[in-house]
């Protein structure tokens, strides 16, 4: 089957770094993307490593290594605006396509 | 973008129940999600090009349609109380759907 761990909580101050761990277990393993998801709103893509390493978007950033089955997002610059869910999600191919997430990280920045 | 309707609906248990979704223009990809408050969205089935082509681990009574106009449907038979949630498509171009644009969801509520 197909699992994705993450911490369920992560608080920082405005302007600090902060880095979300993910860790997978899938079979078929085509990719790992990350989604930012405000209360009472629509998920948003953030990012997506289909390779080793690190993809940057702006104060987002992405990595994978999947000799680990691991990929964690960087947000840097840290705004209030930042505080949400941050969800990883697998895309796994075995017996058909799927997207797997995970439970979710809620992010709560302070001033 | 993406939009779905209704965006609340009550229900009785043992009824049934039509979501519908229009993709992004262009997108031949939808998937639908179930969301429970706090976790995160669990797939259930996606459509490529009006043909379902992956499945999550949701029960038969889950169904859906792909239309050639981007529109879908998610329907749901036999309603459950474990069926409240929130139904979240999602429209992207391709099978890889990597960047998934996810419309605000229909909150669904079992009685």
């Known amino acids: 089957g197909q699992s994705l761990e993450q911490p369920s909580e992560v608080t920082a101050v405005e302007g600090a770094i902060v880095q979300i761990n993910c860790t997978y277990q899938t079979s078929g393993f085509y990719g790992l993307s990350w989604y930012q998801q405000h209360d009472g709103g629509a998920p948003t893509f953030l990012s997506y490593n289909a390779l080793d390493g690190l993809e940057e978007t702006g104060r987002f950033s992405s990595f994978l290594s999947r000799s680990d089955s691991y990929g964690y997002l960087l947000l840097q610059e840290l705004q209030m605006k930042d505080s949400a869910s941050y969800f990883c999600?697998?895309?796994?191919?075995?017996?058909?396509?799927?997207?797997?997430f995970g439970a979710g990280t809620r992010l709560f920045v302070k001033a | 973008g993406v939009t779905q309707s209704p965006t609340h609906l009550i229900k009785t248990r043992g009824q049934q129940v039509t979501l519908r979704c229009s993709s992004q223009s262009g997108h031949n990809t939808v998937s639908w999600y179930q969301q429970a408050l706090g976790q995160g969205p669990q797939f259930i089935f996606q459509?490529?090009?009006?043909?379902?082509?992956g499945r999550g681990n949701f029960p038969p009574r889950f169904s859906g349609l792909q239309f050639p106009n981007d529109s879908s449907e998610l329907n749901v038979n036999a309603l459950e109380l474990d069926d409240s949630a929130l139904y979240l498509c999602?429209?992207?171009?391709?099978?890889?759907?990597?960047?998934?644009?996810f419309g605000p969801g229909t909150r669904l509520t079992v009685l």
């Open positions: 999600a697998v895309r796994d191919n075995t017996g058909g396509f799927k997207t797997i």
């Open positions: 459509y490529y090009r009006e043909e379902e082509n």
């Open positions: 999602a429209s992207s171009f391709g099978t890889d759907n990597n960047e998934q644009f």
